[in-house]
């Protein structure tokens, strides 16, 4: 069964980049035909997409964040992670991975990255 | 930018009584639509993929319809486990972009 993990750190400070990885257990991350994906959700509020990494290495990302996000994979480690720059408090979000074939499934548990002083 | 648009915001209904929730897209995406519940402190769970395909282990009171610009959810007979809040999520064919809708409470009347 596929299963996603995110990790990283819990709090970072304004301005600094936020990086997050998802490692992906029960499967090949060089599986064909999947998109593997950064979706984030602040607070109380609804789900934002951030960005996808085909598993050829193609990346697309949300045009709203696309300056400041890059996403990246590493098969030696079946992982792919999430970096944003010139992170403020809005970027305060519970941050998940997901696969996506026809729909985003499954997902991780997501983690809570604040930003703050 | 596709936009998805969601209606309501809020469904009061009570148990074993239908639900239907609407999502309209700002242009068409075809059948390009997803479904996903939410309940408060998880991660959001697949319902329906491609319109009206109910994902595996998806029970069938679940169910999607619409093409093109309007879709609509239906749960036939709500449980209690199904009050919660629902998303709808476009897939763009090229380039490849997803947006979500923001995303309708279903509450117990």
């Known amino acids: 069964q596929l299963q996603l993990q995110e990790s990283g750190p819990g709090l970072v400070k304004p301005s600094e980049t936020l990086s997050l990885t998802c490692t992906v257990s029960?499967?090949?991350?060089?599986?064909?035909?999947?998109?593997w994906g950064w979706i984030r959700q602040p607070p109380g509020k609804g789900l934002e997409w951030i960005g996808s990494i085909y598993y050829s290495g193609s990346t697309y990302y949300n045009p709203s964040l696309k300056s400041r996000v890059t996403i990246s994979v590493d098969t030696s480690k079946n992982q792919f992670s999430l970096k944003l720059s010139s992170v403020t408090a809005a970027d305060t979000a519970v941050y998940y991975c997901?696969?996506?074939?026809?729909?985003?499934?499954?997902w991780g548990q997501g983690t809570l990255v604040t930003v703050s002083s | 930018e596709i936009v998805m648009t969601q209606s309501p915001a809020t469904l009061s209904v009570s148990p074993g009584e239908r639900a239907t929730l609407s999502c309209r897209a700002s242009?068409?995406?075809?059948?390009?639509l997803a479904w996903y519940q939410q309940k408060p402190g998880q991660a959001p769970r697949l319902l329906i993929y491609g319109a009206s395909t109910r994902a595996t282990g998806i029970p069938a009171r679940f169910s999607g319809s619409g093409s093109g610009t309007e879709f609509t959810l239906t749960i036939s007979s709500l449980q209690s486990e199904d009050f919660a809040v629902y998303y709808c999520?476009?897939?763009?064919?090229?380039?490849?972009?997803?947006?979500f809708g923001q995303g309708t409470k279903v509450e117990i009347k």
């Open positions: 242009q068409s995406v075809s059948s390009n």
């Open positions: 999520q476009q897939y763009n064919n090229w380039p490849p972009t997803w947006t």
């Open positions: 997901a696969r996506w074939e026809e729909g985003f499934d499954p």
């Open positions: 029960g499967g090949s991350i060089s599986s064909s035909s999947y998109y």
